[in-house]
């Protein structure tokens, strides 16, 4: 009786992750792309494969579920459209109070000795104190931009890596970004827009990141819209909440989503682009605002969001494709401006690095695109001292050779998390797409 109650049990969490993830965990036909690809040799096939046979205990006690960089390219590679991030998330937001009823031990092992049960998957995150810093770096970089030049002061201090190293489980190798000032926001309110905005408007979805650690990227781009004919105005939003995402910070990150679509919606409705630089950040808009708002309304609006808001180079390249391209570029001989090109694994996953490739080819860049499945960095999965060797290992499979392979060549990447890491362990320095192309525009 008890072993028939604890099987119904499980089967009714299997449903539970079903529901949560949104996916058919019976499409997957265990063809192994996906752990294959898995640039930190992670192992979804498996987890998914033990959810199909009820067990879900056994699929928990995989360190897949765990230590999972949410990086996308699983689901890229997967030809049956199955997401295995989406089911490793839902794993993890499984109430523990849920497993203990059925069962779950934080204490016991399956047969191959592997931890099972609720407790040990209370903490899947690592450290509550980097979860919680990262989840909310928002508000940490807005501090830090408004106290800089100061507070980049503690960065540069000996014995800082340490410190960060124990306290925080940051990486004593890693360089956390300075922080900008004036913010990127700041420099937009004071500016003089460079054209009359004859094309209309379009909404520049600007990241935390950009308003605080990078503001190059935002003036870029900027100026390069404006180059283009369009009026820009920056989006009155939050925080996106991919990072609250990434950490398990679920509720939060639906709060966000919440305001961000809200604020958005009437201009979406009204045909407004709605463009940003930042893949991870942007693409939130898309891939997770419409799952995140369950009620039919909001999911409603939310799906009108995702459809006005795209990625820098895929707004340029779709004004190419109807010949609406209002940019001249400086004309360059052939072979005059070498270029390597580095993909955002969710740029690959749930875009086209094809559109950048073409837009820099179209502004006298000789351009290769890297043939790499991750850098290894995965937001901020390469900062966390017990992954730093894991992501060394997965920008070695490609990303670094590539780069330094070329040296004569400028390395475009969109990320910033990409260029943090290239920079991290080749010395050379990246630029933004936006960049590249404002540079090369007549």
């Not at 099972?116 to 903490?123: E, F, I, L, P």
């Not at 695109?369 to 730093?388: I, P, T």
Request: charged share 20%.
């Amino acid at each position: 009786m008890t072993s028939l109650l604890s099987l119904r049990g499980e089967n009714e969490l299997v449903k539970e992750v079903a529901a949560l993830s949104g996916q058919n965990l019976y499409a997957c036909y265990q063809c192994g792309k996906c752990t294959a690809g898995c640039p930190f040799s992670f192992g979804p096939q498996q987890v998914v494969r033990y959810l199909q046979l009820g067990d879900v205990a056994g699929a928990l006690a995989f360190d897949a579920v765990r230590e999972c960089a949410g990086c996308l390219t699983c689901t890229a590679a997967c030809p049956k459209g199955v997401d295995p991030v989406r089911i490793m998330k839902a794993l993890r937001a499984l109430a523990p109070e849920r497993l203990a009823a059925f069962g779950g031990d934080a204490s016991a092992t399956d047969g191959a000795g592997r931890r099972r049960g609720s407790a040990s998957r209370a903490k899947p995150h690592g450290s509550r104190r980097r979860a919680w810093l990262i989840a909310n770096n928002h508000r940490l970089a807005r501090l830090g931009s408004t106290l800089a030049p100061l507070s980049n002061w503690p960065l540069r201090l000996p014995g800082a890596g340490l410190a960060a190293h124990y306290l925080l489980g940051i990486h004593r190798a890693r360089s956390l970004p300075p922080f900008a000032r004036p913010s990127f926001p700041a420099w937009f309110r004071r500016r003089t827009p460079l054209g009359d905005g004859h094309r209309g408007t379009v909404l520049l979805f600007h990241d935390t990141f950009m308003d605080y650690n990078f503001p190059e990227t935002g003036i870029a781009a900027t100026e390069l819209l404006e180059k283009a004919g369009f009026r820009v105005e920056l989006t009155d939003t939050v925080c996106c909440g991919r990072p609250m995402i990434s950490k398990g910070f679920t509720r939060r990150a639906e709060s966000q989503a919440r305001v961000n679509v809200a604020r958005l919606y009437e201009h979406a409705r009204d045909g407004v682009y709605i463009v940003g630089c930042e893949p991870s950040c942007l693409l939130v808009l898309r891939d997770e605002y419409p799952q995140l708002l369950r009620e039919a309304e909001l999911a409603e609006q939310a799906r009108v969001v995702a459809r006005q808001a795209l990625l820098l180079d895929e707004f340029l390249a779709m004004l190419s494709e109807r010949g609406e391209l209002e940019l001249t570029f400086d004309q360059v001989p052939p072979g005059g401006r070498p270029a390597l090109f580095h993909a955002h694994c969710h740029q690959k996953a749930l875009a086209s690095p094809a559109k950048s490739l073409d837009l820099l080819r179209l502004a006298g860049y000789e351009t290769e695109l890297v043939n790499a499945a991750c850098c290894g960095m995965a937001g901020a999965f390469g900062y966390e001292k017990e992954h730093y060797e894991l992501s060394r290992a997965a920008g070695e499979r490609g990303v670094f050779p590539a780069v330094r392979a070329h040296p004569e060549a400028e390395v475009v990447v969109m990320g910033v998390s990409c260029r943090q890491q290239i920079q991290h362990f080749t010395g050379r320095q990246t630029r933004h797409l936006a960049q590249a192309l404002r540079d090369a525009a007549a």
